[in-house]
């Protein structure tokens, strides 16, 4: 086994009076996404793009909304989780690529600190982490702004073990 492929794909409604928090950032809107933890749907399908190319089920598997202790918690806090299994496998990311699907709020002014923020948690040069923003062009629950869909595609290899000293 050289190398391992991932994909995940998730979706939140949008509400009213909630706080938005997407790529590990929160972003001034009025409305937030709907969810038992943060709603962060972009740190979901990456979660879920990781767990699939790890062999290991899915988000909902891992971190049930039946359980009180991820109600409301920061979806970077369960990434963390993740990556702490991630390291026990003696794996690493190659590289991740993502896409974002909103129509709004305009999410350029944000990606590259989302890029800052996630590559420090995924432990990737951010020339290894790819975050893609588009609109829906006003097709669809996404396009009326009901929701952001988002989708990511991980690949991982095995860690390269430290070379011991010379004698
Ligand atoms: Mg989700």
Redesign the pocket.
């Known amino acids: 086994m050289k190398f391992r492929a991932g994909l995940g794909y998730?979706i939140?409604r949008l509400e009213a009076g909630r706080k938005l928090f997407l790529g590990g950032l929160e972003i001034p809107f009025p409305k937030g996404l709907h969810?038992h933890s943060d709603g962060d749907?972009l740190i979901?399908s990456m979660i879920d793009a990781l767990l699939g190319a790890m062999g290991e089920g899915d988000?909902g598997q891992l971190f049930p909304d039946s359980e009180e202790k991820y109600k409301d918690i920061r979806s970077t806090e369960l990434l963390k989780e993740v990556m702490a299994r991630l390291d026990a496998k003696g794996m690493e990311i190659v590289n991740v690529d993502t896409v974002i699907v909103a129509e709004e709020p305009r999410l350029s002014p944000y990606i590259l600190r989302m890029k800052e923020l996630l590559s420090a948690l995924l432990r990737v040069d951010k020339n290894n982490l790819g975050i893609k923003a588009k609109t829906n062009e006003g097709i669809g629950l996404i396009g009326e702004g009901k929701a952001i869909a988002c989708w990511a595609l991980v690949i991982l290899g095995k860690r390269e073990k430290k070379r011991g000293k010379k004698a």
């Open positions: 998730d939140h969810g749907c979901h988000i």
